[in-house]
């Protein structure tokens, strides 16, 4: 009698065992639990996003010491629609979205671009910047180009590295090698060279620091856009979708227009060649 109670006791006390661990499996509505980013951040009350901060005018660090740019503002929206504040950290490039799967951070706001490659790991939003690889020429376009096939013969200024040296020599073009963006843009006023190719902040930014300078846009090429966009852990869809809300949501307002006017002075906010 005394066996057949030990071994009921004990049974009783597996089953009670294995339902309280069933239990912490569930939430108190008794749906499974699901990896929720969106609520751990908003308990948090922070929204931790990874820069780089020596990325003008994307994001730097001011002469006041302060997080600024373009990618700093949008974050700074994002956060505020979020009910949440925003933590900055700063990384170098290579270790950015590697922090997202470390945790370090919850996302990063900083230029990035949602190639195909990176869509494999990462779900990104709706892109919230255009940037445009352009052919520039001295003002007033005077060799006329308006494509890829005009520059056959031409001379560009620009560094051995750059990934279209390949492609324009295929195009029969000659490089004149130069360090920066100061020398490259040189080249062409000077007329030691034809023409260089910046995309728009690039450009923005030597204007800015240039005004006198007489540069202007032959044309931009359509082969060559970048989409910025905010990534996010893959399953997250929840956040994603968080994320995809506040940009509508800037789009709408004006206020996305408004950060791009202020530092690249011109809007970069829709890709120029959309349907």
Same mark, same amino acid.
């Given at each position: 009698?005394?066996?057949?109670?030990? @071994? %009921?006791?004990?049974? $009783?006390?597996? +089953?009670?065992?294995?339902?309280?661990?069933?239990?912490?499996?569930?939430?108190?509505?008794?749906?499974?639990?699901?990896?929720?980013?969106?609520?751990? #951040?908003? =308990?948090?009350?922070?929204?931790?996003?990874?820069?780089?901060?020596?990325?003008?005018?994307?994001?730097?660090?001011?002469?006041?010491?302060?997080? &600024?740019?373009?990618? $700093?503002?949008?974050?700074?929206?994002?956060?505020?629609? +979020?009910?949440?504040? $925003?933590?900055? $950290?700063?990384?170098?490039?290579?270790?950015?979205?590697?922090?997202?799967?470390?945790?370090?951070?919850?996302?990063?706001?900083?230029?990035?671009? &949602?190639?195909?490659?990176?869509?494999?790991?990462?779900?990104?939003?709706?892109?919230?910047?255009?940037? &445009?690889?352009?052919?520039?020429?001295?003002?007033?376009?005077?060799?006329? %180009?308006?494509?890829?096939?005009?520059?056959?013969?031409?001379?560009?200024?620009? =560094?051995?590295?750059?990934?279209?040296?390949?492609?324009?020599?295929?195009?029969?073009?000659?490089?004149?090698?130069?360090?920066?963006?100061?020398?490259?843009?040189?080249?062409? %006023?000077?007329?030691?060279?034809?023409?260089?190719? @910046?995309?728009?902040?690039?450009?923005?930014?030597?204007?800015?620091?240039?005004?006198?300078?007489?540069?202007?846009?032959?044309?931009? #090429?359509?082969?060559?856009? =970048?989409?910025?966009?905010?990534?996010?852990?893959?399953?997250?869809?929840? %956040?994603?979708?968080?994320?995809?809300?506040?940009?509508?949501?800037?789009?709408? =307002?004006?206020?996305?227009?408004?950060?791009?006017?202020?530092?690249?002075?011109?809007?970069?906010?829709?890709?120029? @060649?959309?349907?």
């Amino acid at each position: 009698m005394k066996k057949k109670i030990t @071994f %009921l006791f004990v049974l $009783v006390l597996v +089953l009670s065992l294995f339902t309280g661990c069933t239990k912490k499996e569930e939430t108190p509505s008794g749906e499974p639990e699901v990896n929720d980013q969106l609520a751990a #951040i908003q =308990n948090a009350g922070k929204l931790v996003v990874g820069i780089e901060g020596t990325y003008k005018p994307f994001n730097f660090v001011d002469d006041n010491g302060n997080y &600024a740019g373009y990618d $700093v503002d949008v974050a700074r929206a994002v956060a505020e629609h +979020l009910g949440v504040e $925003v933590e900055f $950290v700063m990384a170098e490039w290579d270790a950015l979205l590697v922090g997202i799967d470390a945790g370090r951070w919850d996302t990063v706001i900083a230029d990035v671009t &949602a190639t195909d490659e990176r869509r494999e790991k990462y779900d990104f939003s709706d892109p919230y910047c255009f940037t &445009a690889r352009q052919v520039v020429v001295n003002k007033g376009n005077p060799l006329e %180009l308006h494509s890829l096939e005009d520059l056959n013969g031409l001379r560009i200024a620009t =560094n051995a590295t750059n990934s279209w040296v390949p492609r324009l020599e295929e195009l029969g073009v000659t490089i004149v090698p130069i360090d920066d963006t100061t020398q490259c843009a040189q080249a062409v %006023l000077s007329g030691n060279a034809d023409f260089c190719m @910046f995309n728009d902040v690039v450009l923005s930014e030597y204007r800015e620091n240039h005004p006198e300078s007489e540069l202007e846009v032959a044309f931009k #090429i359509e082969s060559d856009i =970048n989409e910025v966009s905010i990534p996010c852990r893959k399953g997250e869809e929840r %956040l994603l979708a968080e994320f995809n809300a506040a940009i509508a949501e800037l789009r709408e =307002n004006g206020k996305l227009v408004e950060f791009s006017n202020k530092w690249f002075h011109q809007d970069l906010t829709y890709n120029p @060649f959309a349907e």
